[in-house]
């Protein structure tokens, strides 16, 4: 082999060299016309619609400041409407007790005038008897005395010649009656009895017909 033969080869071996360099270089290089941004996606919607904006949820605190003025009313209300019906139940127990009160003190009241009165009934007694008896002086006392008892509710019974009654009188004597028909009737008051407030204060003694 020559000279010139040998130079001839050796260019040949370097031009392929650089011939599988650059085919290396550019499989690697990016192609031409290729941009570094990512391509966009034609999209469905139209680009000139707004988009939706997310409601914006109101926070716990601010859930709580808009009760809180409500919860204090209902509170409010619920503690006035609880002593509102606690005074009504203790006024209405206070009439309770106010009245039954006024009626035990009434009732008492009316005990003691009861005894007072019956404890005077002899004194009416022997005022009658010293008049029947033709006494001077008794009759403006035991009038006076009657009208003072009469005020107090004290009546006397008036039974002579009315049927017999014995929630009203004691019969202590009897006689026969002119009838066998008739019943019994009151034909002498032997003591005046007496009623005070429509009760029979104290029953009389009669004598009874028939």
């Keep these: ?28 290089a ?11 996606q034609p999209t469905d919607q139209p680009t000139d619609q707004p988009t939706e904006q997310p409601t914006e949820q109101p926070t716990e605190a601010e859930i709580l400041e808009a009760l ?9 209300t619920r503690e006035v ?4 019906d606690t005074a009504l139940r203790l006024q209405a127990d206070f009439e309770n007790y106010r009245k039954r009160v006024n ?9 003691a005038v009861g005894k007072v009165i019956e404890a005077l009934l002899p004194v009416l007694d022997a005022c009658e008897a010293a008049f029947a008896h033709g006494a001077d002086g008794v009759e403006p006392i035991w009038s006076q005395l009657m009208g003072v008892l009469q005020k ?13 009654d014995p929630a009203l009188a004691d019969a202590v004597l009897h006689e026969d009656g002119e009838g066998a028909d008739d019943g019994p009737v009151v ?7 007496y009623s005070w ?14």
């Design 152 to 164: 107090q509710g004290l009546e006397a019974l008036d039974l002579a010649g009315k049927p017999f």
């Design 30 to 40: 990016p192609s031409e016309g290729a941009s570094d941004e990512p391509s966009q």
């Design 81 to 84: 409407n609880q002593f509102k």
């Design 187 to 193: 034909s002498d008051v032997l003591r005046t009895g």
């Design 68 to 76: 809180e003025p409500e919860s204090e009313v209902d509170v409010l």
């Design 1 to 28: 082999m020559t000279d010139s033969n040998h130079d001839n080869a050796d260019h040949a071996a370097t031009e392929f060299e650089e011939f599988l360099e650059e085919g290396a270089a550019g499989s690697a």
């Design 103 to 111: 009626a035990q003190q009434s009732a008492e009241i009316e005990r």
């Design 197 to 210: 407030k429509g009760k029979t204060l104290r029953a009389a003694m009669v004598k009874v017909r028939g």
